[in-house]
């Protein structure tokens, strides 16, 4: 698979409903979502002491991605609003 191609939309909906289908729940999709996503904040910002970070999430599947890692990342003692 080639890591730097972005699935379509209605891809990632085929890839998440075969996911689900396979036993993996929505709620496991979004924490690994957010846990890949807080992984590169964490890589990209080093070091983070001192800085804010700001998710900005939405409705949807998409928020719960973007809450996982919010939640991720403060638990981590990184100062983070949502």
Do not use: H
Not at 2 to 29: D, F, K
């Amino acid at each position: 698979m080639n890591m730097n191609r972005v699935a379509t939309v209605n891809e990632m909906r085929n890839l998440e409903r075969a996911a689900v289908q396979a036993g993996i729940t929505e709620s496991q999709i979004m924490e690994k979502a957010g846990a890949t996503i807080a992984a590169k904040i964490k890589g990209i910002l080093k070091p983070l002491s001192g800085r804010k970070i700001l998710v900005l999430v939405g409705p949807g599947n998409n928020g719960g991605d973007g809450f996982a890692t919010a939640r991720l990342l403060a638990n981590r003692g990184y100062d983070v609003s949502v």
